[in-house]
């Protein structure tokens, strides 16, 4: 259990470390779009999906972050507590609401067409894969909550019971 | 809960004291004490018959079925 939590920490960390490459990326997207590039004729959307972009990215990383800690401080004779559910359950639904906003954001810069797509170097099938998997990812946080919440409720069950 | 627990009544009546109970049936004064106070979701058939061999009394002597 101990060497799945460091690998879990250690995945964690190079999601966050992946995080914030993606903020930066964005970040200089944003900054080629503004500056560097004029080819697209209207910019406003294409700003807009990269301030979106970076934002969502920002929470994420701040919340995986957050998770990190967890994760770390995880006690694990007493896995069974309200404190661990909340942050299963918390992370969960960050993860849920940031692959449903990516999903809404591809579909977008699907429809804005290849012009679009060639300026900030796009891969649609390898960001809508990463999307499907975050999605399972945090379905199966949400259940991992509920199964935390029903142990932690029969554990107080079985504590009372002299 | 509807299920009352007379353990205090019946503890007065042999003059025994909590600390002692829990020493003779072999639980810890906190768990006595949540028994006591009606906190306790569930008995074990064993406790119950450590408390009424201690006690020397029957289990709807300490039990009781009170209506809400």
Same mark, same amino acid.
């Given at each position: 259990?101990?060497?799945?939590?460091?690998? /879990?920490? /250690?995945?964690? $960390?190079?999601?966050?470390?992946?995080?914030?490459?993606?903020?930066?990326?964005?970040?200089?997207?944003?900054?080629?779009?503004?500056?560097?590039?004029?080819?697209?004729?209207?910019?406003?959307?294409?700003? $807009?999906?990269?301030?979106?972009?970076?934002?969502?990215?920002?929470?994420?990383?701040?919340?995986?972050?957050?998770?990190?800690?967890?994760?770390?401080? /995880?006690?694990?004779?007493?896995?069974?507590?309200?404190?661990?559910?909340?942050?299963?359950?918390?992370?969960?639904?960050?993860?849920?609401?940031?692959?449903?906003?990516?999903?809404?954001?591809?579909?977008? !810069?699907?429809?804005?067409? !290849?012009?679009?797509?060639?300026?900030? !170097?796009?891969n649609t099938k390898g960001v809508i894969e990463g999307v499907v998997t975050l999605l399972i990812t945090?379905?199966? /946080?949400l259940i991992i909550s509920k199964i935390i919440d029903q142990g932690y409720y029969f554990k107080n069950?079985?504590?009372?019971?002299? | 809960?509807?299920? *009352? *627990?007379?353990?205090?009544?019946?503890?007065?009546?042999?003059?025994? =004291?909590? =600390?002692?109970?829990?020493?003779?049936?072999?639980?810890?004064?906190?768990?006595?004490?949540?028994?006591?106070?009606?906190?306790?979701?569930?008995?074990?058939?064993?406790?119950?018959?450590?408390?009424?061999?201690?006690?020397?009394?029957?289990?709807?002597?300490?039990?009781?079925?009170?209506?809400?």
């Amino acid at each position: 259990m101990k060497n799945l939590i460091f690998f /879990l920490y /250690l995945l964690i $960390c190079l999601w966050i470390i992946g995080g914030l490459v993606a903020i930066f990326r964005s970040s200089s997207d944003l900054y080629n779009l503004i500056l560097i590039e004029n080819v697209y004729d209207n910019l406003t959307i294409p700003i $807009c999906i990269l301030i979106a972009k970076i934002s969502i990215s920002s929470i994420l990383t701040f919340y995986l972050l957050k998770f990190s800690r967890v994760i770390n401080k /995880l006690n694990l004779e007493n896995f069974l507590s309200k404190k661990n559910g909340k942050s299963f359950k918390t992370i969960g639904r960050v993860f849920l609401y940031y692959s449903f906003i990516r999903l809404f954001i591809n579909i977008i !810069e699907i429809s804005l067409g !290849e012009n679009y797509q060639k300026l900030i !170097e796009y891969n649609t099938k390898g960001v809508i894969e990463g999307v499907v998997t975050l999605l399972i990812t945090s379905l199966f /946080l949400l259940i991992i909550s509920k199964i935390i919440d029903q142990g932690y409720y029969f554990k107080n069950e079985n504590d009372l019971t002299i | 809960m509807s299920i *009352v *627990v007379n353990l205090n009544t019946v503890l007065t009546d042999r003059n025994l =004291k909590s =600390k002692e109970l829990a020493e003779m049936i072999g639980i810890t004064e906190a768990n006595l004490s949540i028994l006591k106070s009606g906190k306790a979701k569930a008995i074990r058939f064993s406790t119950l018959e450590a408390i009424c061999k201690a006690l020397e009394c029957q289990p709807a002597d300490i039990l009781a079925y009170k209506k809400e």
